[in-house]
């Protein structure tokens, strides 16, 4: 169960980096409302993950989901560049988490 609150709280945590944008500097309720939600879901949800999860292994699985799902979306809503070498270094970061994964 520890891998699945994991996961939701990295997607939580991509909610909260993409919220931010729409915030406008916290000057926007109801984004800064869901963006603070998105914050205290993702890290409750890490906080169980922790108590059966190596800390370490946790938290980089934990940003790096965050990391990578931000990066991708930011691609998609925001026009980020989409270099190929942008797409290399997510791909790298795509296989750390799947690494440390297998070897958890």
Do not use: H, N, Q
Not at 29 to 34: N, R
Not at 35 to 43: F, K, L, N, Q, R
Not at 79 to 94: F, K, M, Q, S, Y
């Amino acid at each position: 169960m520890a891998w699945v609150y994991l996961v939701i709280a990295g997607l939580f945590e991509i909610g909260w980096a993409i919220g931010l944008k729409y915030t406008e500097g916290f000057t926007r309720i109801l984004p800064t409302t869901l963006t603070v939600g998105a914050m205290v879901i993702s890290v409750a949800l890490l906080g169980l993950a922790l108590r059966d999860l190596p800390v370490g292994t946790g938290y980089a699985i934990w940003t790096g989901i965050g990391t990578v799902g931000t990066a991708l979306l930011g691609i998609y809503l925001f026009g980020d560049p989409a270099t190929v070498l942008r797409l290399v270094c997510i791909g790298l970061i795509v296989t750390g988490i799947a690494g440390l994964k297998l070897v958890s």
